[in-house]
């Protein structure tokens, strides 16, 4: 069965230092994973996705995550936050060909970026 | 371009009363799905359509119900509202969710409040 555990409901950051957002996953299959952002009132945009090709994974704005099958571990990160980076952040497996039309989406992680 | 368009976005309600939330892709997705969020619950699938002519139960499906219209439209019924239902509903679309590694695209959401 699949699961999606989002290690940290609030990471407070100072804006210009490193972020990290932890994903911890499960899947019977070869899994997709995925990185949306959602800011207030607003709807979940993508960030990037994992699927089976490069296991460091590039997306918008900065942000990149590191695919480690070890670890079961798809934790997203960026170098330096900016204030626009405060916002909800929510991991997302899906598992490739088991038929299940699901996605399994993590409790969320909610970022706040200091000044 | 549009991608996934909800009607309404806000809406408050009294309990007993029902109400249709619409939902439309132009993107020639297969797969849509219905969500509700929650505070510190994340995204719960209350129904999917997993092509034209299809629908499932998801996680959270008593009160609810689904008209997968034609490939565009996916709608949510509230029969008989509850406070209980009070959320943000998000309607999302896919290539072919299960079978791709294609992310689901969200709408903006529909604020409903339930006296």
């Known amino acids: 069965a699949q699961s999606v555990t989002q290690l940290d409901s609030h990471v407070s950051v100072s804006e210009g230092t490193p972020v990290l957002l932890r994903c911890n996953y499960s899947s019977s299959y070869s899994p997709s994973l995925f990185w949306y952002v959602q800011h207030p009132n607003k709807g979940l945009q993508l960030l990037l996705k994992?699927?089976?090709?490069?296991?460091l994974v590039k997306g918008i704005n900065g942000f990149e995550a590191e695919f480690k099958k070890s670890e079961t571990s798809f934790h997203l990160t960026k170098p330096s936050a900016h204030m626009s980076d405060a916002a909800e952040y929510f991991c997302?497996?899906?598992?490739?060909?088991?038929?299940?039309?699901?996605?399994?989406f993590g409790t969320g992680t909610r970022l706040k970026v200091l000044a | 371009n549009a991608g996934v368009t909800q009607t309404p976005k806000f809406q408050v309600l009294k309990t007993g009363q029902s109400m249709t939330l619409q939902c439309a892709q132009d993107m020639n997705h297969n797969s849509m799905y219905w969500y509700r969020q929650d505070p510190g619950m994340g995204l719960r699938l209350i129904y999917y359509?997993?092509?034209?002519?299809?629908?499932d139960k998801g996680e959270v499906p008593n009160g609810y119900n689904v008209s997968r219209l034609n490939k565009r439209e996916f709608s949510l019924r509230l029969e008989s509202a509850a406070p209980s239902q009070t959320s943000v509903y998000f309607c999302?679309?896919?290539?072919?969710?299960?079978?791709?590694?294609?992310?689901?695209?969200f709408g903006d959401g529909t604020r409903l409040s339930i006296l």
């Open positions: 994992y699927t089976s090709a490069a296991t």
């Open positions: 999302a679309s896919t290539t072919r969710g299960g079978y791709s590694n294609q992310p689901q695209h």
């Open positions: 997302v497996v899906s598992d490739q060909g088991s038929g299940t039309y699901k996605y399994i």
């Open positions: 359509s997993a092509s034209e002519g299809t629908t």
